[in-house]
């Protein structure tokens, strides 16, 4: 299943690489676009979204300051 992010606080399109390069190896699939602020994750059918968000996260805490990710409407 793709859960849709809204992902703030990157500052160039360079961290925002980097970062997406993370998260594909941690849910095995995802694609961040800089300039849309849009975060797509790969996650199981049967996983919790909230759960899936709260790792990502994680992962955006220890990776810089000053990054949220939230669920997208």
Known sequence: MKIRCEIKG??????????????????????LNFSLSSLVLDASEDADEDEVVERAQ??????????????RD
């Open 10 to 31: 990157l500052d160039c399109p360079h961290c925002a690489a980097k970062l997406e390069q993370i998260y594909q190896q941690e849910f095995g699939g995802a694609s």
């Open 58 to 71: 994680r992962l955006a805490d220890s990776f810089e300051e000053g990054i949220t990710v939230e669920l």
